[in-house]
């Protein structure tokens, strides 16, 4: 069985992680697994992107003209994704031969709403935000007309009920209507809202939990973390990632309220920040505590190491499919503490290996970082839970059989 991965990027970003993730678990049990890419940064022979210069100034020329259509609307306030421009990869996919195409996150103009419909092979479809069943935005925030119709956006600040959403659904409808598509997701979230979806309500939507490698993730002794980092060896450290610290999506701002009130604590005195992803503070960063700011970190050891050497990591996130990040802090024994909302729901289990606070209520968030850090002997066995969750439920190996008994039953029913 041979399956042909498909995302714009091999390495770079959460959705590039999750995908060679599932490659890595699948080529493990013998599944020949090769990834259709729009830009390759690595040198795996198994993936394959634009190789001619020609080939690569198209590529990044159709993104540029894929987006031209939301430039009439001045006054948006986040990006739509339209996905028009012709991209020619039917006969690249063909050339390959698989037997299920697998797409993952296949924005920037890569691969067209028309192509995806027009694939003659069984597809699965892994969600990584909502743009695969919505008019065009990645995330819908409060709107819900995906479920019907889209139009009158409020991402396009449009009052049109047949602005460009409208259009994109509609080509959306069309071209996917006979698609032998199945769509999965690691966050229950993001399954149940497109199962509610025009788009998605008569097809087939399975929950199937990411997985990483819990040998390469694992804790390493804190005290060694911290002096390899050059954090400080006696203080509580609360961890959070984000590449866009002030995107609103991510919650830091409900973080930000959480750890001035947990700073008037009894281990305010001890409270400092680590963050990763962001190289410096966003504007207006009023924090009263000390920060300290890694920047991007690109291999797996430096997250290991950046993981292991929080005593809890918090992850605020108002609209998440499921951060990689969280299982990522439980393999490192690392405990979590979030919203009880989105993906981060299926991960913690509240006060037994995380906390769970209100959503999206900053005081509980506060509460959950205390508690997990005001007992020395409470964070640590807080930290094993963490670690034996991420061995029972965040495998390879459990994500990949999962994947695998999905293809097959595509396969025996086409």
């Known amino acids: 069985m041979r399956v042909l991965h498909i995302n714009t990027t091999d390495i770079r970003g959460g959705a ?25 940064e690595s040198d795996d022979p198994t993936v394959h992107a634009p190789q001619s210069a020609i080939a690569r100034g ?18 948006r306030t986040d990006d739509i ?15 390959l031969k698989p037997d299920i195409v697998h797409l993952h996150w296949i924005l920037e103009g890569f691969l067209s709403v028309e192509t995806i419909g027009r694939i003659d092979r069984p597809v699965v479809w892994t969600l ?18 995906f479920r ?30 006979n ?30 939990m990411a997985g990483l ?25 609360v961890a959070f990632g984000a590449i866009y610290v002030d995107a609103p999506a991510k919650g830091f701002h409900l973080l ?24 410096v503070p966003p504007p207006d960063f009023d924090l009263n505590i000390p920060s300290h700011f890694l920047g991007r970190l690109h291999d797996d050891w430096s997250l290991v190491l950046t993981y292991s050497a929080a005593d809890v990591f918090v992850v605020p996130s108002i609209q998440d499919v499921g951060p990689q990040t969280v299982a990522e802090a439980m393999a490192c024994g690392t405990s979590c503490v979030g919203f009880n909302a989105n993906g981060v729901k299926d991960r913690i289990e509240h006060k037994v290996d995380g906390y769970l606070a209100e959503p999206f209520v900053a005081d509980d968030l506060a509460r959950g970082v205390i508690w997990s850090l005001e007992d020395p002997e409470r964070t640590a066995g807080l930290g094993k839970q963490a670690r034996k969750k991420a061995l029972n439920s965040f495998t390879l190996d459990q994500q990949a059989e999962s994947f695998e008994r999905l293809y097959l039953q595509l396969l025996a029913g086409r």
């Open 128 to 145: 990584h935000d909502m743009w695969p069943f919505t008019g065009g935005c990645y995330y819908s925030r409060d709107c819900r007309k």
């Open 179 to 208: 698609s032998n598509m199945v769509a999965t997701s690691h966050g229950s979230w993001i399954v149940d809202l497109a199962r509610q979806s025009a788009l998605f309500r008569d097809k087939r939507v399975e929950m199937i």
């Open 58 to 75: 198209a590529s990044r020329l159709r993104y540029f003209v894929d987006v031209l259509p939301t430039r009439l609307y001045r006054q």
């Open 16 to 40: 590039a992680k999750a995908a060679r993730r599932i490659v890595e678990g699948l080529n493990s049990r013998g599944v020949d697994c090769q990834m259709l890419v729009k830009n390759r």
């Open 148 to 177: 019907e119709s889209c139009g009158a956006c409020p991402q396009l600040v449009s009052n049109s009920p047949y602005d460009l959403t409208w259009h994109i659904l509609r080509r959306k409808l069309k071209a996917w209507k």
């Open 81 to 95: 994704a339209p996905q028009w421009a012709a991209d020619g990869l039917l006969k690249r996919i063909d050339q």
């Open 213 to 237: 490698d819990t040998d390469r993730y694992r804790p390493i002794d804190k005290m060694t973390a911290r002096k390899i980092l050059g954090l400080p060896l006696d203080k509580k450290l």
């Open 256 to 279: 930000r309220r959480a750890l001035v009130k947990a700073s008037a604590s009894e281990i305010g005195k001890d409270l400092e920040l680590v963050v990763f992803g962001a190289s």
